[in-house]
């Protein structure tokens, strides 16, 4: 395979992401966080300068998003008092876990990867500050980018990177952490299409792609708690069309090892309900959520003003348009069903969320949309232009 090396990359950034998260859940020893982070800029120093000229479009865009993360204050609410707040108590504790001390204003029981790894960013520099280590979050936007440059190429991937850049924007470097939410759940769903959905078994048969697919799964539920739920969706949509197509056999035991990847976020809120830490934004069995969404349920004025929020938003519009053109001019069944079966459940639980939530409606609409449509767009961007350049793939690997 002509691009391996990319993979290879990919998987190695991927790995050490989420051993520097085993490390300090198990309270490692610090030298060993630091030549872990060590190992990760050395494999993104070797990216740069193996193949210098090879993928330019991220290497210089990228240390754009470097320079402008570290010339930027980290001003924004959830920002500064969630994810950077937790990642100055892990740099001080040398613990995730010390979360469970729980601060209530900056939701403890959030998954804490991005945070963990910006903690490490600071031991390895060897002091804390507001600036510097919500460099960590760019930085792991870095295997899925990589990753992408395996399918797509010069003009197809400089579309890829305005498709980044349009629907992620500056949650690339602002220290959110809803960016890298969008591209990893959108990298999971393409690799979960091509493993278990897709026609071509040219994927299917080659298990690198699995050891991918497992990584970023695992990263995905550790980023927030809507990558669990949109994880669950991929599954649950995979398996009912395997099912249907009458394949569920032959991948049944592929779908189970894979889904060990949510065995991390499990174990993290089993910890967090056993130390009382407030689990955060999507609080399913809070015992008053009866109490919020069933007045709410027939009350038509409520679904409009959800649907103005989320299905008039103009980067929605835009990428949802990208992805029907681009299925009239490359028809692609099998392609659509999966797409518009993961965004319509992803978005028929958002409507649900929204109606049950105990803060003021229009205000809990107005402050988190944005953020959340980010992951839909992104999504049905990359696929649009995935189907667009679909039939080339498997060129580009013989």
């Known amino acids: 395979m002509k691009n391996i090396t990319h993979e290879k990359i990919a998987l190695t950034l991927s790995l050490l992401i989420l051993s520097n998260y085993l490390f300090l859940s198990l309270s490692f020893s610090q030298i060993l966080i630091k030549i872990n982070f060590l190992i990760f800029l050395a494999a993104v120093i070797f990216f740069y300068f193996k193949n210098i000229q090879e993928n330019p479009f991220l ?19 959830d920002a500064r008092s969630i994810w950077m707040f937790h990642a100055k108590r892990i740099f001080y504790e040398n613990s995730i876990l010390s979360l469970a001390d729980s601060y209530e204003f900056s939701n403890s029981g959030y998954p804490n990867l991005a945070p963990a790894f910006a903690s490490s960013l600071a031991l390895l520099v060897g002091h804390w ?3 510097f280590p919500k460099l960590a979050f760019p930085l792991m936007f870095l295997p899925p980018m990589i990753l992408m440059y395996t399918f797509l190429k010069s003009t197809n991937y400089l ?4 498709i980044v850049f349009f629907t992620i924007g500056n949650y690339l470097f602002n220290g959110w952490a809803d960016g890298l939410v969008a591209i990893y759940f959108g990298t999971s769903a393409f690799l979960m299409y091509l493993l278990f959905v897709a026609e071509d078994n040219f994927y299917k048969n080659r298990s690198f792609f699995y050891y991918l697919a497992f990584c970023f799964f695992i990263t995905l539920t550790l980023i927030k708690n809507e990558g669990l739920v949109l994880l669950l969706i991929l599954f649950v ?14 991948n ?13 976020i499990i174990f993290w809120k089993i910890f967090c309900y056993t130390q009382g830490v407030n689990s955060g934004d999507i609080q399913i069995f809070n015992t008053g959520i009866l109490s919020n969404l069933l007045p709410r349920l027939g009350e038509l004025e409520n679904y409009k003003l959800i649907s103005y929020f989320i299905l008039l938003n103009e980067k929605f519009l835009i990428t949802l348009s990208f992805f029907l053109i681009s299925i009239w001019f490359k028809k692609n069944k099998e392609l659509f069903s999966f797409v518009t079966i993961v965004i ?6 958002l409507y649900l969320i929204y109606l049950s939530t105990p803060l003021e409606f229009h205000f809990q ?20 232009l995935s189907n667009f350049v679909f039939f080339k793939l498997r060129q580009q690997f013989e």
């Not at 995979?238 to 056999?249: A, Q, V």
């Not at 609409?365 to 649009?384: H, M």
């Open 129 to 131: 500050n507001e600036v």
């Open 59 to 77: 290497k210089i865009s990228f240390l754009f998003i470097i320079f402008i993360s570290l010339g930027t204050p980290t001003i924004e609410w």
């Open 159 to 162: 579309i890829f990177l305005s």
């Open 365 to 384: 609409l107005d402050s988190t949309v944005t953020r959340v449509i980010k992951s839909i767009s992104f999504f049905l961007g990359f696929f649009a």
């Open 344 to 349: 319509t459940t992803y978005i028929l639980i």
């Open 252 to 264: 049944i035991f592929k779908l189970t090892l894979l889904s060990f990847s949510f065995l991390p």
């Open 237 to 250: 949509t995979t398996f009912f069309m395997t099912l249907y197509k009458g394949e569920i056999n032959k």
